[in-house]
Structures are given as C-alpha cells and as structure tokens.
C-alpha cells in the first residue's frame, strides 16, 4: 500500500520532470522506440529513468507544479450528492494527493442519540414536565443535504424509537410540527424505565435555514423554539439540535430559563461551559484531531513523504495519533476523526475547543519542512463551529507545521462568493476547501484544472 502511493507519486513527479513537456507519456514513447535502436542506448535510457524516478519526489516538491497537480484536501463538508448521499469521488481523488477529513458520521449520530436516551432514563422522574407520560422532543436541524446533518437527525431517531423506514434508512425529512403524533415521518416512540413504559414523541422539527439561505443557522434556531414554545411549550421536554450553535441559541431564548435539558453537538466551549447551567451535553467531534489531519495531509503531499507520517506512523518531531481517535478509510479517501460525549460528567476535560491535542503538537524543523503557501476557506465565516472551534485549531497548527495559510471566509450561501477569491492559484502551493454545498466540488476543482 504505501509502496503504491509512492509509486504513483514517482510517476506523476517524473512526467513533471521531463523537461516540463505537457505530453510526458509521448516524450516517453518517443525515447523508449529510441533507445530500441541498440542494446548501449536502451541500458543508458533504462539508467536516466532510474534517475529521474529517485529524484523526483524533491523535483516535485520545490518546481514548478501545475495547480491541478497541486495537493488538496476537503474538509468538513464531503464531496457528495446532497439527495442520494453517495460519495463523489472524482472530487475524492481529483488528484494523487487529494483527500478529504472529516468525522465519523454514524458513530457519533449513535452516541448523540444514545446521550438523550441515557439521559431521559436517568431522569425519568422529572422529565415529564406536563405529566401526561409522553416525553416529547423538538429537533433542530442543519442542513438537509449535508450528510452529517442527516446522520445526526437519524441517529436521534434511531435511539429513541421515533424513526419510520424510509429507502432502507430513516427517514431523515423534517416533520414540522407533530404534536398530536400524526405524523407519517417519523412515529411515536417508548421507553421503558423500571418496568413503566414512556411515549417518546417528536413534536416539532424543522432545517435551520435563513431567508438569504444560509444553513445551519442559529438566529433562525432561537426564533423557532419561541415560537414553539408559545404554541406548546409545556409538552416540550427535551430540546435536541444537529449542532451546539443552534442548540445554544434555542437555550439561550427559552430551555435554560424552563430548564428544560439541550443536547447540542461540536463541544463548542460556551456549550461545554453552559453544561453547568442545564445544557444537556453534547459531542466533541474532536476538533483538534481535524484540523491537524487536514493541513497534516498537506504537509506530507508537499514534503513527498509517505501520507501517514505524523498521523499512524510517528514523524521526525514525535508527533503521532493512536487509532482510538481516527479511522483512515483509503478507498474513501477519507480520514474520519471518532467523536466523543461530553455530558456532566466530564465536561471539566473539554472547557477550551481550542487547545491542540497534545499528542501532535510538536513543532516541525523548519529546515526540513520550509514554508508553504496554502489557500484555505471557511464555507460561511459566521458558522459557530468552524469560527468558534475550528479555524483557531487550524491557525495553531499552520505555525507548528510551517504552512502560511491564507484564510478566506464565504458567507454561507453562495460558492462564487469563495470562489472568486481563487483568482490566481499559482500563487498557492496546496489548497483546503470547505464547500457551501457538498455537490459542487466541480467549482473548485475547475478552476484548479484550467
Ligand atoms: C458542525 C456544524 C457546522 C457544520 C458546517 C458540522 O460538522 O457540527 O456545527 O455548522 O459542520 O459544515
Ligand atoms: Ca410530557
């Protein structure tokens, strides 16, 4: 596996190599009907590839390289269809040094779902607000075709036995307001505590989307629990959203003061601090691991070393992740940071979203690993997590790795609002991108392929 990636990375480099000829298979073909002439000239050809093969990865590294061959990494949101969710890997393996970081999906939509659950058990003799044995829930959600969006709605489904079948998955659709049961998008769900049996009831849900378009948007999240809750307030007693700004906002307008329990997702650090106020929990998704894979994959590409260095395998500094806190998959292309609860328990280990995880926090040698331009977007400047949480993460780790990174944030919205920023990508020597919209890799990687 790793004798293949350096192979490939031989060939590309070496097709770069042959005096910047556009067409390095024909140049190749050419010399090869050549050297057939005689014995002497085809050993010499045989000893000039051998060359150019070994000095290739330095080649490629400080020459001039064509921005389409340039390293690229997606994060955060994955090339994908937003109704099927299938995966675009065209997009995934744009190039020999493309990948993509993000989080495990289902995983952490299990441990969300299963936090409410545990939770409603344990406090089964309150929760029950109006006393009429039905634990209702309102759902926030971010994004209906962002896959991680639909995986967190389904996973609360699944837990608590609100979930209908839908295409041989939950059906993750919306169900606006359901507070007589009626609905056929999802189903009253039970749970049975000490032998006593609880309806489980989704009573409202709704996508979290502004009037410009923007998603995952906490303003709207707080306006919606207002105006649910004056229309049904007392059958609301537990609040879930898809993420912790939403989830704080709905707090901050209306669950702290009724405390009624919230259960957010990202551990952003005013969400971890308002655990001690009645926020229910939430899940760190384990920022700090990202945000070092997705400039770590970056570094490798451009240093020409073997991609796993500083991730499974340690590098020249120390730096190393053990496998409890990542998961590569290689025919996704995609490396898969594994989530954790933060609940009242535990929440003291997780009050700054912000500190660097200690076992890749080692500063790289300068000379061995110069300085290198990266363009890096944020899809909307004003989303919570990735302002809040994970843009600082990425700005400790540029200076640990020596990237200069130039920071560019959209508006939620429109690509072109980002994309226009891309004016001159030769000016670049690898690139980070966070889409608005998972289907549209091709905006970006068009104009890398120009
Ligand atoms: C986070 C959300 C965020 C979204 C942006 C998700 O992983 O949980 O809070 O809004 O990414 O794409
Ligand atoms: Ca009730």
Redesign the pocket.
């Known amino acids: 596996m790793k004798k293949r990636i350096f192979a490939l990375a031989a060939v590309s480099a070496m097709a770069l190599g042959l005096a910047g000829c556009s067409s390095g298979g024909g140049e190749t073909t050419a010399a090869a009907t050549e050297a057939a002439e005689t014995t002497a000239a085809a050993t010499e050809a045989a000893e000039t590839t051998a060359a150019a093969e070994e000095a290739a990865p330095t080649e490629a590294a400080s020459g001039e390289v064509a921005n389409k061959d340039k390293p690229l990494v997606w994060f955060?949101?994955q090339p994908s269809n937003s109704s099927t969710g299938e995966l675009d890997m065209a997009a995934l393996s744009f190039n020999e040094d493309t990948y993509y970081v993000?989080?495990d999906a289902n995983q952490g939509a299990e441990l969300q779902g299963t936090m409410v659950k545990e939770y409603i058990e344990s406090n089964i003799d309150t929760i029950d607000r109006n006393g009429d044995g039905i634990i209702g829930y309102v759902l926030a959600i971010?994004?209906i075709g962002?896959n991680?969006?639909i995986a967190r709605t389904r996973g609360v489904r699944k837990a608590l036995g609100t979930g209908v079948e839908a295409n041989g998955d939950i059906n993750s659709d919306p169900v606006g307001t359901n507070t007589d049961g009626s609905a056929t998008v999802v189903q009253d769900g039970s749970i049975e505590v000490n032998g006593q049996t609880y309806v489980v009831r989704e009573l409202a849900s709704q996508e979290m989307k502004n009037s410009a378009g923007a998603?995952?948007d906490a303003a709207t999240a707080g306006n919606a629990i207002n105006t649910w809750s004056a229309s049904f307030g007392d059958s609301i007693d537990v609040v879930v959203s898809?993420?912790?700004?939403m989830g704080m906002s709905m707090f901050n307008a209306w669950s702290k003061d009724n405390q009624v329990p919230t259960f957010g997702?990202?551990a952003n650090s005013d969400a971890v601090a308002a655990i001690a106020e009645g926020y229910g929990g939430t899940i760190s998704?384990h920022a700090d691991v990202q945000a070092y894979l997705t400039l770590r994959v970056l570094r490798n590409a451009l240093d020409g070393v073997d991609i796993d260095t500083g991730i499974g395998t340690a590098d020249d500094a120390g730096n190393v992740l053990s496998d409890d806190v990542y998961v590569y998959n290689a025919d996704q292309r995609s490396y898969y940071a594994l989530n954790v609860a933060v609940t009242a328990e535990n929440y003291q280990d997780f009050l700054d979203s912000t500190v660097v995880y200690a076992p890749v926090s080692n500063q790289l040698d300068a000379t061995a690993h110069p300085s290198k331009k990266v363009w890096l977007n944020i899809?909307?400047a004003a989303?919570?997590?990735?302002s809040a949480t994970y843009q600082p993460l990425l700005q400790k780790y540029d200076d640990l790795l020596n990237l200069e990174v130039d920071y560019i944030g959209g508006d939620g919205q429109t690509e072109s609002n980002i994309t226009n920023r891309l004016g001159n990508p030769s000016q670049y020597d690898a690139f980070a991108i966070?889409m608005v919209k998972t289907d549209n890799a091709a905006s970006y990687t068009g104009l890398l392929s120009q």
């Open positions: 955060n949101r993000g989080f971010g994004d962002h991680d969006s998603t995952w898809n993420n912790d700004g997702y990202d998704q899809y909307n989303d919570n997590f990735l966070n």
